[in-house]
């Protein structure tokens, strides 16, 4: 399990990289606000949008989740402190006024980075206008 990568999976790479040729900037792998040793993967800020790519196994997809049968009550417990673990932080950030989207790892990055960016720019808050000078 040591070599099961917890951060820059193949999925997150990609919608990082669709994120940002379509012009958005966000922080990677942020510390979730009031709540210790858990982090988002994809923040943005200003829009208060946090977004978690989470692996089928590890967060249990309803499609693709797997039980291990070698010490299957240890993995079992872990998946489901797993899966509260990941309720429990949806529910702080909603609370905090943070929109939360969560994504499975099967789900293709176009899909989530078109999702993503369309939300992200519906909540950006408009930039004031310059006043125009007289006399200009």
């Not at 210790?36 to 200003?46: A, E, K, Q, S, Y």
């Amino acid at each position: 399990m040591s070599r099961q990568s917890s951060r820059d999976t193949a999925q997150e790479l990609a919608v990082r990289r669709l994120l940002y040729a379509s012009g958005l900037r966000y922080r990677v792998n942020a510390k979730v606000p009031g709540l210790p040793r858990r982090t988002v993967d994809i923040l943005f800020l200003g829009p208060r949008v946090a977004v978690f790519l989470d692996g089928c196994f590890w967060h249990g997809c309803p499609e693709h989740a797997t039980s291990p049968k070698a010490n299957a009550e240890w993995w079992r417990t872990k998946l489901d402190r797993n899966i509260s673990r990941d309720h429990e932080t949806t529910a702080h950030l909603t609370a905090e006024g943070w929109t939360v989207l969560r994504f499975w790892e099967h789900e293709p990055p176009e899909e989530v980075a078109r999702t993503v960016h369309d939300l992200v720019v519906a909540r950006r808050r408009p930039r004031p206008q310059p006043k125009a000078r007289p006399g200009v």
